[in-house]
């Protein structure tokens, strides 16, 4: 029983230093967007951005091929249908830098061609350090995106095992 309770006191101590990736954020960090494949088109931004942690005061970088590609940031609607007409701001030139300042949900896409409708758009959760300390729910898309992910991965495990 006592041999037990050590066990589980001994997880808890050894797990929880690994449940987020970035468990003091005391040093900011660029976050280089689609990190060796850049601002592109043909990369998966949903599961870039899920890999990290994007803390108020870090900052977001945009390299790209400024012929082909530029970035625009947009509201949710916009970047949910992929509409340039009310941009906040629009960039033409790289490696484009975008300073995290205030805790909230940033959103991103290309402009060029029909880039945007492929997936080339990007929305990051910037989360306050003192507050949040990255837990999954915190995430762009809140917990339906998490959970979604999550049967996923459970509906893959089980057709697996069957
Ligand atoms: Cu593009």
Same mark, same amino acid.
């Given at each position: 029983?006592?041999?037990?309770?050590?066990?589980?006191?001994?997880?808890?101590?050894?797990?929880?230093?690994?449940?987020?990736?970035?468990?003091? &954020? +005391? /040093? &900011?960090?660029?976050?280089?967007?689609? #990190?060796?494949?850049?601002?592109?088109?043909?990369?998966? !931004?949903?599961?870039?951005?899920?890999?990290?942690?994007?803390?108020?005061? +870090?900052?977001?970088?945009?390299?790209?091929?400024?012929?082909?590609?530029?970035? #625009?940031?947009?509201?949710?609607?916009? !970047?949910?249908?992929?509409?340039?007409?009310?941009?906040?701001? *629009?960039? /033409?030139?790289? &490696?484009?830098?975008?300073?995290?300042?205030?805790?909230?949900?940033? !959103?991103?896409?290309? &402009?060029?061609? #029909?880039?945007? *409708? /492929?997936?080339?758009?990007?929305?990051?959760?910037?989360?306050?350090?003192?507050?949040?300390?990255? *837990?999954?729910?915190?995430?762009?898309?809140?917990?339906?995106?998490?959970?979604?992910?999550?049967?996923?991965?459970?509906?893959?495990?089980?057709?697996?095992?069957?």
């Amino acid at each position: 029983m006592k041999m037990g309770r050590a066990i589980a006191l001994l997880f808890v101590v050894v797990i929880s230093p690994a449940a987020t990736q970035r468990p003091t &954020p +005391d /040093q &900011p960090v660029s976050h280089f967007v689609g #990190d060796g494949d850049g601002w592109n088109t043909g990369v998966n !931004y949903v599961k870039w951005s899920k890999d990290q942690i994007f803390y108020v005061g +870090d900052s977001l970088v945009f390299k790209f091929w400024a012929i082909t590609h530029a970035v #625009d940031e947009v509201r949710a609607n916009d !970047y949910k249908n992929c509409n340039t007409d009310n941009i906040i701001s *629009s960039d /033409q030139t790289s &490696p484009t830098n975008f300073s995290l300042v205030i805790p909230g949900i940033r !959103y991103f896409i290309c &402009p060029k061609s #029909d880039h945007c *409708s /492929q997936g080339m758009k990007l929305a990051i959760n910037v989360v306050d350090a003192n507050t949040t300390k990255g *837990s999954a729910a915190a995430r762009v898309g809140g917990g339906k995106s998490f959970m979604l992910a999550l049967s996923i991965v459970v509906g893959a495990m089980l057709g697996v095992m069957t």
